[in-house]
């Protein structure tokens, strides 16, 4: 399968903490894409960063990716309850047809 | 932002009957749709890609007959589970890429169908 892993599956912490999520993907890609999906809607999607880009940020996200070593994270800083939600990541394979695989994704819950 | 709809937003039918989930981009023009299915506390799995004008892309393991998609408009694209069962129960997504979104491939995603079979 070329699906992504990502880890935790879970993550759980305290508002104001910041929350690291890590994916690692199979094939060389174009870029990697962040999303949120709170439990049971659509995804929201919450950053991009090209192949050649190494880091990222919007508002409280900051996102990593090392190519070489086939991974990205995503950190979230003074977390919020309303960040709860399921985080995935997305890569689209270099060569391909414009599709995105999806990683495993991290559930996070934060407690008030 | 662009905005892609999906119609029903849920659904339960009885075993053997077939159901149509509609996808459309509202205030953009997509050439690629995509259909993903979730199961519960899991991922998202890419079963086809939508052309509009030609016949989808099937991912390994998806059987087209089964889950047939039209891509009609640059609008809209429509799956239809065949004779559905209940291990078809799923939430079904689809996204949109907007044709005139840049270099940069964001695809914008529905809310999602869910799908019950009894």
């Known amino acids: 399968s070329q699906q992504g892993e990502e880890d935790p599956q879970a993550l759980s912490i305290q508002e104001g903490e910041n929350a690291t999520m890590n994916c690692s993907y199979k094939?060389?890609?174009?870029?990697l894409q962040w999303y949120r999906q709170n439990s049971g809607r659509g995804l929201v999607h919450l950053i991009l960063i090209r192949s050649n880009e190494r880091e990222k940020h919007s508002g409280r996200l900051r996102v990593t990716l090392d190519t070489s070593k086939k991974s990205s994270s995503l950190l979230i800083t003074a977390s919020r309850a309303a960040d709860t939600a399921s985080y995935f990541c997305?890569?689209?394979?270099?060569?391909?047809?414009?599709?995105?695989?999806f990683g495993t994704g991290t559930r996070l819950q934060v407690f008030p | 932002g662009a905005v892609v709809s999906q119609h029903p937003s849920w659904v339960i039918c009885k075993s053997g009957t077939s159901v149509k989930i509609e996808c459309r981009s509202l205030d953009f023009q997509a050439t690629t749709m995509f259909w993903y299915r979730q199961f519960p506390k899991q991922s998202l799995m890419l079963m086809a890609t939508s052309n509009e004008g030609s016949k989808a892309t099937y991912e390994q393991g998806v059987e087209k007959d089964k889950f047939l998609i039209n891509h009609a408009s640059l609008t809209l694209s429509t799956l239809t589970v065949t004779s559905a069962h209940p291990e078809d129960s799923s939430f079904y997504i689809c996204?949109?890429?907007?044709?005139?979104?840049?270099?940069?491939?964001?695809?914008?995603f529905g809310p999602g169908t869910r799908l019950t079979v009894l």
């Open positions: 996204s949109a890429r907007d044709l005139s979104g840049g270099p940069y491939n964001e695809q914008f």
């Open positions: 997305a890569t689209e394979p270099r060569g391909g047809t414009d599709k995105l695989i």
């Open positions: 094939t060389s890609i174009n870029n």
